[in-house]
């Protein structure tokens, strides 16, 4: 069994409720930084710690933090993104509905680390009954001291609010939640200037995904150092993977980086093998914008060496037999799935996400889900796949934001991958059969 | 429309109860920066106002965040929770992403339109559902799913569709984004 670090207690009957939370040592890391501890000093020990962005991303936290502009007057800001929209990512889901006080406490330590006075949460408007979860939360915290004026007796003060978003994939992207937390369209913004010099209000801010806050409780409670001991290398800690698709158990687990993906998917403690008895056919390993992968190489690089449930391993071979660790959002399709089907959902959902602003990701999105759709309903041409390539590769990298990459690097990689079963599809003039 | 339908009062303006939570609402934010409240208070009003945004209430909106109208129909357009046009008492979002799609979306969706006679997009005759297919909800460890009100409905089966789909009826009651309703999984 892996260490847990964010699920230990998440069986526990009442760990949702204040007391229960507590009495499992709940809000302890608040006691400590507060109370021992300067605000640098937490940032410190999450530096120590590599922690790495948990939203897909993978950018260092405690450097991220390190960027905030300490010379300005104006307020700072923690906001938390609770966005979760990446498809095949359901883990911050998981852990705000069943373990509330966890990003509760990891979001009272880490605006103390950043001297944020009021923070807030951004979660998706559909987890509205999170909202209501999360709230009931932040009530307990305040009855109890630990949000307010003076937490536990020091000068330190913070007032936090969840706020819903109304459904748009783009507000996870962090200048287009800003936007958003504004009361605006979800159009990301030019960088620079980053969030940590104008952000929210055109203040200091720092944007971070669920699991990174929820887990600097653990980082402050075990020291960084200790933190990094966990994982292997670069790819420090535990990390929450969202499992889906064709496999045995469906669900949240928690990994100890490093687990081997033959692992992952086979054993009982984690996927628990491919359903029906089926074989493994293709993964798409942290959401749905990362490369899909076929069998053997999600299982061994191309140097024939055990694929890892890291960020380095996962992308060892880079887009050419590689992919990423993404948000882990790991979907996995068996031996029946076509592919060709499957990526049509991608473009239309990247199509129907697109925010409208930069014209390649607008009009290139729309294109893509258009040829899908014909081939996927046995009206494609043979040039269609020459067609998908060169518009993919006019959004990737043309775009202000990074929803035209992830647009594109599925189309990309399942058409690298998997070429003969596009030629198939160009040449059939009947739909594909729906998998069963 | 709808609020001749229902019988109730056509005036836009928000129960006492709806204004204090208004008023809550738009002061989590610092002074001056009161448009920030506009997607929480959108929702407020759609739930408020049988489920949709007419031109009256974005106006209404506006003048209680003293906006301009304007940004608060380019918002209301923008978020794909916001209906700008009437739908029925019940509106079904199915997932159909990816995930989704791997476990068997795709017959929910051909189901449910069969069972109620409508394409996607459409409202019964009775003005009871609307059915619309939505893009990943983060239901993809218990796909296929569906949203209605607050709740998530999820592992479905053509079965499990029948049940809830009765149970909606029975209750006759609108949904609300902002309400659970008061059964959980059929």
């Not at chain 1, 990301?188 to 409780?217: D, H, Q, W």
């Not at chain 2, 009161?34 to 949709?52: M, N, R, T, V, Y």
């Not at chain 2, 476990?103 to 009871?128: C, F, H, P, S």
């Amino acid at each position: 069994m892996g260490r847990k670090l964010l699920l230990e207690h998440i069986n526990e009957p009442g760990i949702n409720t204040f007391e229960v939370y507590r009495k499992k040592g709940g809000y302890a890391s608040v006691e400590k930084a507060l109370k021992t501890m300067t605000p640098d000093a937490v940032t410190e020990e999450v530096k120590k710690s590599g922690l790495r962005g948990r939203g897909g991303a993978g950018f260092p936290a405690g450097m991220k933090w390190s960027f905030i502009d300490k010379k300005s007057d104006k307020p700072r800001y923690l906001v938390c993104n609770a966005d979760e929209s990446e498809p095949g990512t359901f883990k911050d889901r998981y852990l705000m509905e069943r373990i509330p006080h966890l990003l509760i406490e990891g979001m009272i330590t880490s605006s103390y680390a950043l001297g944020a006075k009021t923070s807030y949460i951004y979660i998706r408007g559909e987890y509205m009954y999170i909202v209501r979860i999360l709230e009931k939360a932040i009530d307990e915290a305040y009855a109890n001291g630990f949000l307010g004026k003076n937490i536990l007796g020091t000068d330190y003060s913070l007032d936090l609010y969840v706020h819903p978003g109304a459904g748009a994939y783009i507000c996870g992207e962090e200048t287009a939640l800003l936007e958003s937390l504004e009361g605006k369209r979800g159009n990301p913004r030019l960088k620079p200037p980053f969030p940590a010099v104008a952000g929210l209000y055109a203040s200091p801010t720092v944007v971070n995904n669920v699991e990174t806050i929820a887990t600097v409780p653990a980082i402050v409670n075990m020291t960084g150092d200790e933190y990094a001991k966990i994982g292997i290398g670069k790819s420090t800690g535990t990390k929450l993977i969202s499992a889906s698709g064709h496999i045995n158990k469906p669900g949240v687990y928690e990994i100890e980086l490093g687990v081997p993906v033959e692992e992952f998917i086979y054993s009982e403690e984690y996927c628990g093998g491919i359903w029906k008895g089926r074989k493994l056919k293709a993964v798409v390993a942290g959401g749905s914008s990362v490369p899909v992968l076929p069998a053997d190489l999600i299982l061994k690089t191309a140097k024939g060496e055990p694929r890892l449930m890291t960020y380095e391993s996962l992308s060892d071979g880079g887009f050419a037999t590689g992919t990423m660790l993404g948000s882990g959002g790991f979907i996995v399709m068996d031996e029946t799935t076509s592919i060709v089907q499957n990526l049509y959902t991608f473009a239309r959902f990247y199509h129907h996400e697109s925010c409208g602003q930069c014209s390649p990701c607008r009009e290139g999105t729309g294109w893509m889900e258009k040829i899908l759709h014909r081939l996927h309903h046995g009206h494609g041409k043979k040039e269609d796949i020459d067609v998908l390539l060169d518009v993919s590769k006019k959004i990737e990298g043309n775009t202000i934001c990074p929803l035209g990459d992830a647009a594109a690097w599925p189309v990309a990689s399942a058409i690298r991958h998997f070429r003969k079963e596009f030629e198939e599809a160009a040449l059939a003039h009947e739909p594909l059969l729906v998998n069963s | 429309m709808l609020n001749e339908i229902d019988g109730m009062n056509t005036e836009i303006k928000f129960s006492p109860e709806a204004l204090a939570q208004a008023q809550k609402i738009i002061a989590r934010y610092p002074q001056g920066k009161q448009k920030s409240a506009l997607l929480p208070l959108l929702h407020l009003a759609q739930s408020e106002f049988d489920g949709w945004l007419s031109p009256e209430v974005m106006d209404y909106v506006a003048s209680l965040l003293s906006i301009k109208p304007i940004e608060v129909y380019e918002v209301a357009t923008f978020y794909s929770m916001f209906n700008t046009k009437p739908v029925g008492k019940c509106l079904i979002e199915v997932c159909q992403t990816g995930p989704c799609w791997l476990r068997g979306a795709d017959e929910i969706v051909a189901y449910i339109k069969k069972k109620l006679n409508i394409e996607v997009g459409e409202t019964t005759a009775d003005g009871m559902f609307t059915l619309k297919t939505v893009e990943c909800l983060g239901s993809c460890g218990t796909a296929p799913m569906l949203q209605c009100g607050a709740n998530f409905y999820e592992n479905l089966t053509p079965e499990k569709v029948d049940e809830l789909i009765e149970k909606f009826r029975t209750s006759g009651k609108r949904t609300s984004y902002l309400r659970l309703n008061e059964f959980q999984n059929a």
